[in-house]
């Protein structure tokens, strides 16, 4: 089994996400594929993201691929988590991880709405949604005598929602409704917009592949993205249970190679190509220093974290299930910033974790200038803890 060095594997995923300097892309709708998708939920993500990728990426780049040319869709898949990814490869996420029947009925069930309910609503959701409308808008469209207030209990703790918004929450899951915020919008609590999917995206089919041939060609795509990864790291971000895992390996075994990480326990996959690439890899010699945004894909693509963060650091970046915006050494976070910057707002407050020097700090701090720049339209004091 061959045993590869930490570092080089951290700067050759680095490679392979676009992330340094010398690797940056030039295409929006590639370097999303190369990493499949972008993380959706919260609404500066997905610009934080590929500026850290695209060279010269303005957020006029993203807004035109996702709401011009409608190259992009944004979705629920993995875990219930809503990205944005090519729409030539939604089919294969939306199949993939799409909840079923049964446990969408049970969920309604679980939130006091009939299934006589569900079905009145979403017919009257189809006709009301033709050119997409907010949930405000939708209520006040809605008959008064169609809508009512549920209540969902989740331990001690007891939600109060619309009968309206579970089911769009139903209909999102089916794939016949999808939800976006407006171009290139900063406001966070900015109300989601909710459309028919055919209406907006007319040639695309989500059922043109098979849900079996799509957690197959997912795991595949995610080894070859993040790739060294633990059987851990797959499950957990895929979603998928023990026997999905074990059959979808199964049929791929051929086409993967267990490796090792030096002075690491667990071990790894990676597709033999991949693998092969990696042999020939030559890392650039000056170090790389990024910035990324709470929930980037490069931070939140794996369960074991163990080459990303020292193993005491680990909380100060996840937080309560997710991963705040980190500051990267070649490919290791050595530090955390603040998400004002993602409603338009500073400043920037960079806090190390790990001891660094100057050329770093200078480096993060131009970036994070930069980031300002982009999400606020002009100049953002950038402060270091």
């Known amino acids: 089994m061959p045993t590869l060095n930490p570092e080089a594997v951290n700067k050759y995923v680095l490679h392979k996400h676009h992330l340094p300097d010398n690797s940056q892309g ?15 939920t919260s609404v500066g993500t997905p610009y934080i993201s590929l500026f850290a990728r695209v060279e010269d990426f303005k957020k006029k780049d993203l807004d035109e691929q996702f709401y011009g040319r409608r190259n992009l869709v944004r979705l629920s898949a993995m875990r219930g988590t809503l990205f944005i990814t090519p729409t030539e490869t939604a089919p294969i996420l ?48 809605m008959p008064k ?18 009968n309206v918004n579970v089911v769009l929450n139903a209909l999102m899951n089916t794939g016949m409704i999808i939800s976006e915020k407006a171009p290139g919008t900063l406001q966070i609590t900015k109300a989601n917009r909710y459309m028919l999917l055919k209406e907006i995206y007319p040639k695309l089919n989500l059922d043109s592949v098979k849900r079996e041939e799509a957690r197959v060609a997912l795991v595949q795509r ?38 090792e990480l030096d002075s690491f326990k667990e071990e790894y996959l990676m597709l033999e190509d991949d693998f092969k ?8 010699k ?3 220093v990024v910035l990324l945004p709470f929930e980037d894909p490069y931070t939140k693509g794996y369960k074991i974290r163990n080459r990303l963060v020292d193993k005491d650091m680990e909380n100060k970046a996840y937080v309560g299930g997710g991963v705040l915006p980190t500051i ?17 707002k500073g400043p920037i407050q960079l806090t190390f974790l790990l001891q660094h020097d100057e ?4 480096k993060a701090v131009k970036r994070a200038k930069a980031i300002g720049k982009l999400m606020a339209d002009g100049k953002i004091n950038v402060e270091v803890n």
């Not at 169609?146 to 929602?161: D, F, H, N, P, Q």
């Not at 990267?328 to 338009?344: A, M, P, Q």
């Not at 050329?359 to 200078?362: F, I, L």
């Open 286 to 288: 000056n170090s790389s």
């Open 328 to 344: 990267l050494l070649d490919g290791k976070i050595v530090g955390i910033w603040n998400r004002s910057i993602e409603s338009g």
């Open 145 to 162: 005598d169609m809508t009512r207030s549920v209540e969902l209990k989740i331990g001690r703790t007891r939600i109060k929602m619309s």
């Open 94 to 141: 939306f199949q993939a991880t799409k909840m079923p029947e049964h446990q969408i009925s049970r969920r309604l069930q679980r939130r006091g709405i009939p299934q006589s309910e569900y079905h009145e609503i979403a017919a009257k959701l189809t006709l009301l949604l033709e050119g997409g409308k907010t949930l405000p808008e939708i209520k006040k469209t």
């Open 277 to 284: 690439q990696f042999a020939r890899f030559k890392p650039s």
């Open 26 to 40: 030039n295409d929006v709708l590639k370097v999303i594929k190369d990493i499949i998708a972008l993380h959706a």
């Open 359 to 362: 050329d770093v700090e200078h």
């Open 222 to 259: 995610y080894i070859r993205a993040f790739g060294p990864v633990t059987d851990q790291d797959i499950a957990w971000w895929t979603g998928f249970n023990r026997t999905m895992m074990k059959e979808i390996l199964t049929t791929i075994e051929k086409s993967l190679l267990q490796v």
